[in-house]
């Protein structure tokens, strides 16, 4: 297996050179002079088609591509193995590299099913008692503003967490033309919004109030049945927004929202957090911002301030510009390669989320679609 | 029973003094200057303590105070009864005004149950054969940003509406040491959050959508279980947080939450709903805004338009100041009254929510209640 | 001259019934119910017009109606004269409603010239020796954020204040062919933008220091200089925008700016105020919130707080509704005439403004005049 | 001279690595991934402390260091040379590297004095006549939200410009006790807030409107007029805060503001333009929101427009992420260079500002100093 030594840079492997894949592209390339930690050597990309992965390695600046991931993983250079594909190819990737030694950082979800999230967590578990990290990527854990609340909320400054709300509102399905894609059929998306945004929602309750998911109300809907595809109207088998409530085991209540039919909302994961002591919101669409307010000051001076997440006191934020000098969606994933690689050297705490908490998330997920599936009845998560 | 005569003011009884009563005195008070009418003669405040109502009386502006309202409905001098009473005497007043030939006009809820508000209904039928008018406050139906937004959706300026939410957020409970009272004990308040400021939250739903809704999945909550009383700790009896969803007769989806535990919001009733030509956004606590999205313009153009609504050219403006010059929470009620004198002279619509409709809400929130009570599971609404 | 006599109400004239003349009569009718204090007697409406004064004074609920502003100044049922007439004649009812004993509360300006202003101020004196109560309507200082916003400079919580700025900007001449009128030519209006809005600019920044201007640099301009009047179009004798940097005694310094070309702004009065240890924001379109920043606090967690001021313990909101039910723009005025009467009954503090310091500022708008006129040059004032 | 050769890389020399130097940088190593274009190599990075940019250049992923800039601008595998030295060394370099034959970016200020600045303006006219670039870093001029601005005025989409308004406001000096530095001596800076920010409002004054400064009024502010230095307190000699106003040869009025001592506002730069058809808001501390409000639609729906400037049809977004996610500060300066290589390689238009360009808005600058130098008095300028 591989071996942390500062001498050497470490090698990665990225998968996939789409979306996602030219997003952690930037942020190999921008970690490094930001934060101080391991050289990195950004080895190879990996795609099935080779003339556009080869075009993809070179304006993505990777020193090499490649189409076969098996021989990649094995590579005695590659340290670190990025998987970026789609999800149902998670798991054969993920547990192929943590056997073969590497380091492995997955783009959430962990996987499909529940049946290879747990095949996974056990190559993590093997993997974890040789030294290596199974990471799992849940970029907005690593949005400073979240980072700064998650503090706030670990130094009761919140007191008691009541009650909290997640919302992560979409557009680009408003449009009741707009077409049919792998991203709207349950057999390659697994579920519709709710997988691909409202988890992101459900992560953040979790991770802000530092408190689990025991059970769970959800319901389901697909406003627009049918899209246009290739042969005509094709019937849409993924839900495009969900609905759901949460019990968490500290005594708070959650409610989440997501949906792809939210009409002008962009990429709007609004966030709020109500405390016996104070409350907290935020707005992916201000990233920048985070909304707190102390309720225990006097009353007459009590309101939610906005705190410009951008002085070098904040998480993250002493590797980037001067104050109110904002930063980008970006560099959620710059962040998450930073707080890799400080995991992997040793400078930094163990990497969160690992495999087993993505499994746990994707019960919960589960727990929702099963909620729905009874006609609403409570689904409670075993512990 | 009363029968317009433009030359004789429309005197006026009202009932309770109390919150509600002050603002609904506010209102009598300013709507004539404010808005053309017919003339109104504040003639009779009604409470039970005679010495508290006498002080209330001056102190309001009302020409005479009494204890009995059984005596004040059969006054010949009094054409309309106002009830701003505690819920649960809502349907005996009204039916006695009612059959005494006296327009009422009822603050929500329109009963504590749904048995004397169906006898309600049954009354206002009969008095509006006879002419005369049964309206149920729900005041925020006057809020001009509203009312300039019903108009929007009405005029297809949004398409079709997919989904909806309304969140209604106070705080006042959330210091778990704030004091028992009659509003958290089921026996004298019904429901909590649900009731008190989820039925705005349900209503406004209904009213911007002009849908309505069929069926209902529902969670209550009693987050503080336990507050001080007069002898030691009692049990709170009633939700101080609520969550909905609901499914509407045009084919929207709607979600719903109530809270008066959500530090920081002070009387927060926001409202978002997305269709596919447009959406609309809203805060009770900045009123005299509407954001509108108008999804028909070029992408590069799209956002929310944060509308002052204080234009002559809009709902109910016409009677205050000038641009610019927001008005405040008061003027629900001006509006209300205002709109209930329209009806009465005959120079404006049938006054809405009439007592129907405060029974069909009634029933949409029994079915938030039932919904919770078989954990979780879908209700319809009979039709 | 007038003696307070808590068994008899006070009576109140009121010349004008023009926009102002609206305002105020809606303060002096919602006053008594809202606030503790005397009891008044809205007496007498007085405008040159008698059938529009007649209609006016049924609409605006005042006891009787009258065409002599002469005849009603020494009814003896009259303790308090109001003038909301156009400025060049406040000079004139002023002194002589003064000389008669009666209590005054003037509008905004004093006077439309500096002579008449001082005129004011010996009659004034003259009335204050005797017990009467001389009051300048700056109704702004009456918004309860604005006076939350004075009492947290009072007590330090910005420390020195370093630089304060003051937008007042409309549009309603944002239009080029919006008509002439009186306001818009020199003998009729003294000045535009600037004497209208930039004095409560102006008033605000010295308020809300507790500073005085001591020099003055300004610009006017008529950027729309011809507008269509009754015989084709007519030169626009008067600014439509106006800037100022003013000096203050404490040390501050201040910008201003005023403009009625201001397009999409309807009635925006922003305010900052920047200090050693702290900052405060805020906007007259949303006049129930000030913003304010501690500096004090770590850093980590410094922002602006929006405070909604609708708490008890905010200045003047005992008077109304629960905590988050907003006030509407004409409560500045019922604040204003409570803080008279209260000054009259010996409840309260002295009425602010006085006279004098109407016409202090007067002087520092004639500053600003005579500073554009010689081409920008700093105009100092005589203490 | 350099000529563009598509089959070879452009070679980048950039001089600098402080904060500018890191910001360009980041810039030179994310363009070209996000944008087609020429292919770049990064040669070398000049600085005079050998350690320093040794260290310097490996964090910030250059090929080379060097020491001494001479040897550097005659290197024939450098075509471009970039300067971000502080201001009083920009004439010689710039001038020497074009003499040289090669593209200039400087960053702004063009030079510390009107000297100096012509001369380069000079040696850029010879450049550019043998077909090199010399450009000027103006880098908010390539915020998207920005960028739309312009095209929105050049569309006309606001009628007349009658009035704009830009303030920078910072307060990283409002702490009286922030110690002395380069920056707050003339001798080294020029002038304070003015030259540093107030450069970049007037810059986008002119952008925006597409109009040049024909007067101005100035004010300097010297608001805390001693630091602690390294023996003891120290004047600060140039200003901390400054004001001016502005005549534009398109008729419009502008006025602007300056400050380092506005504290709570870290990076604000907000801009107003206020035209006959329309008005445009933006704030530099949420650079991805451009608000527009259109006057031209009817009343009832007017109101300022969050445009969430992150769509493909956006300026420069097609390079990076889907709609709703945000860019950050950074990007400016990657847009800056991504303009500069499309210029270089002609597949763009020429680059805007020029050094010609800089030279006149220094001259708005010396204006605004001249004229607080003469009490205020308006300053022309020759055209």
């Known amino acids: 297996m591989t071996t942390y030594d500062p001498d050497r840079p470490l090698g990665v492997a990225l998968i ?22 391991p050289a990195i050597a950004r080895r190879v990309l990996v795609g099935r088609d080779a003339r556009k992965v080869q075009d993809a390695a070179r304006r993505l600046d990777w020193e090499e591509y490649a189409t076969d991931w098996h021989e990649v ?23 192929a590299a943590l056997d073969a030694g590497k380091h492995v950082l997955c783009e959430k979800p962990l ?26 990527g849940f970029n907005y854990r690593r949005v400073p503003a979240l980072a700064l609340a998650r503090g706030l909320v670990e130094d009761g400054r919140l007191g008691t967490v009541y009650q909290a709300r997640a919302d992560y509102l979409q557009d680009w399905l408003a449009d009741p033309d707009s077409p049919m894609s792998w991203r709207l059929r349950a057999e390659t998306a697994g579920t519709g919004a709710l997988g691909d945004i409202g988890s992101h929602a459900i992560d953040q309750i ?14 389901l809907a ?38 792809r039919m939210a009409t002008g909302a962009k990429n709007e994961l609004s966030i709020a957090l109500y405390g016996s002591k104070g409350a907290l919101r935020f707005d992916l669409e201000s990233p920048n911002e985070l909304w707190f307010l102390d309720a225990t000051v ?65 019960r919960v997920l589960d727990a929702v679609v099963a909620s729905d599936a009874a006609d609403g009845v409570t689904v409670h998560l075993d512990r």
Chains 1, 2, 3, 4 share one sequence.
Not at 314 to 342: C, K, N, R
């Open 298 to 362: 006097p009353v007459s001076e009590q309101g939610f301030s906005r705190i410009l997440v951008t002085e070098p006191e904040h998480p993250y934020l002493q590797a980037w510009w001067p104050q109110g000098h904002v930063i980008g969606w970006e560099h959620t994933f710059s962040h998450q390669i930073h707080d890799l690689l400080s995991a992997i050297s040793g400078a930094g705490p163990a990497f969160r989320p690992d495999f087993a908490e993505g499994l746990a998330l994707q």
């Open 206 to 219: 979790q991770f802000l109030t530092g408190q689990r998911t025991t059970a769970v109300r959800g319901r």
């Open 16 to 37: 996939g050179y789409e979306f996602m894949g030219r997003a952690h592209s930037q942020a190999w390339r921008t970690v490094t002079p930001a934060f101080d930690g």
């Open 222 to 259: 697909t406003i627009v049945p049918e899209r246009p595809g290739d042969d005509g109207r094709e019937a849409v088998t993924v839900d495009d927004a969900a609905w759901a409530t949460l019990e968490l085991d500290g005594g708070a209540l959650a409610s989440v929202e997501a949906s």
């Open 73 to 95: 993983i094995t590579r005695d250079d590659v340290d670190i193995v990025d998987i970026c594909t789609p999800g149902f190819l998670h798991a054969e990737i993920a547990i």
């Open 111 to 136: 996987a499909n099913d529940t049946a290879q999230a747990e095949q996974m967590v056990e190559a993590a578990r093997r993997a974890e008692d040789r030294g290596q990290i199974a990471a799992l």
